[in-house]
């Protein structure tokens, strides 16, 4: 931990994992973060046309968007390399070239800033986007992180400090909107539109199944995405946003009363909400509603620190860096790397 009264440091945070390029500076006095600035340069018109993320594509838009993007977060923040303490960057997991161009920028910049290198993984620092905002933190947590690849139920003593609960058996609970947007020709990526036509339907017109699976805290949303292919198919006339709505509801519901269960559990006095999923309206609504019901903090970062950003891999990496040190600068990116 910083000395109480020192000069927060100033994080660099690069995030290139999948198709979004984003950097971030971010102030760390040893307890809370303060976010001075965040740029997220998006590729989705570049990848909608082909219905999800192209590697080859993404890792050249992330060539051309890199230096602007740094530049841009570091001219918001007012700084430049020689004010910055570290540089964090996303290894792992994700597409091995996409994440390439951010652990070699990363490098670069901290080679010639002689400034120490921090890699950090991209699902710790979803964990870490609620806490940015959080003014006082208590343990223990339960943590859903609900992202395109990963539905992982957390149960978190502190930062660096988690055990698994459950997880998705099949689909991530983002790629589950995903795919009934592919299908109802809804476009790429499908959370969002699911979200905004969600507003417009009836949660109730469909009867559609939830995969409780027992007592199990693990998920499974591949029966649900079945049933409504094969609802919309038996029925070509019904209205895409009861569709939306039926389907949004029963994702909501499974992921609310999984999470209830396990902070009943662990004996958790906060429920936080992370990843991409995390920004979607219904189940921040739900989420905060059954907090309060339970008499748990709930914690929910911004929508824009919700889906991929650069300002949770500097507070991950912030954290990171104090309590591992700092990186060889031989570092390689693993896209396969795990949160356990
Ligand atoms: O965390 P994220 O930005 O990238 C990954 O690390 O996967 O999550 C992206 C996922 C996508 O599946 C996207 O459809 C979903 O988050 N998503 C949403 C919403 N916004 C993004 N899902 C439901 N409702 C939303 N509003
Ligand atoms: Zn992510």
């Known amino acids: 931990m910083s000395a109480p009264g020192a000069r927060p440091r100033l994080v ?76 964090a960057v996303t290894r792992g997991p994700g597409l091995i070239g996409a994440l390439l161009v951010g652990v070699s920028a990363a490098k670069g910049l901290a080679l010639v800033w002689g400034k120490p290198l921090v890699g950090v993984n991209h ?61 109802l020709g809804l476009g790429y990526p499908g959370g969002p539109v699911v979200d905004r036509l969600s507003a417009e339907g009836d949660p109730k017109a469909i009867a559609l199944p939830r995969a409780l699976r027992g007592d199990s805290l693990d998920f499974s949303f591949s029966g649900l995405k079945t049933a409504v292919i094969n609802h919309v198919r038996a029925h070509p ?16 519901d499974v992921l609310v009363r999984k999470s209830r269960r396990a902070a009943r559990e662990v004996g958790a006095v906060g429920l936080s909400l992370a990843g991409g999923v995390a920004a979607n309206s219904r189940l921040r609504q739900r989420w905060r509603e059954a907090s309060a019901e339970d008499g748990l903090t709930a914690l929910l970062a911004e929508r824009e620190n919700c889906t991929d950003n650069a300002a949770m891999i500097a507070a991950a990496g912030a954290w990171r860096l104090e309590h591992d040190g700092a990186a060889d600068l031989d570092m390689g990116a693993d896209p396969g790397l795990g949160l356990f």
């Open 12 to 87: 660099l945070g690069i995030e290139t994992s999948c198709d979004e390029t984003a950097a971030a500076v971010v102030a760390y006095d040893g307890e809370r973060y303060r976010v001075l600035s965040s740029v997220v340069s998006s590729q989705i018109d570049l990848h909608a046309r082909f219905g999800g993320v192209v590697p080859e594509v993404a890792s050249r838009a992330h060539l051309e968007a890199i230096v602007p993007v740094v530049q841009a977060a570091l001219t918001r923040a007012g700084c430049g390399g020689a004010d910055v303490d570290a540089i």
């Open 123 to 183: 699902l710790e620092a979803h964990l870490f986007a609620p806490l940015l905002e959080a003014p006082d933190l208590r343990y223990p947590l339960v943590v859903l992180l609900v992202s395109g690849g990963h539905t992982l139920l957390v149960a978190m003593q502190g930062p660096g400090r988690y055990r698994m609960l459950g997880q998705t058996l099949d689909d991530a609970a983002g790629e589950a909107f995903d795919k009934v947007a592919r299908f």
């Open 237 to 252: 006339d019904v209205a895409t946003a009861d569709v939306c709505a039926s389907f949004q509801e029963a994702v909501v």
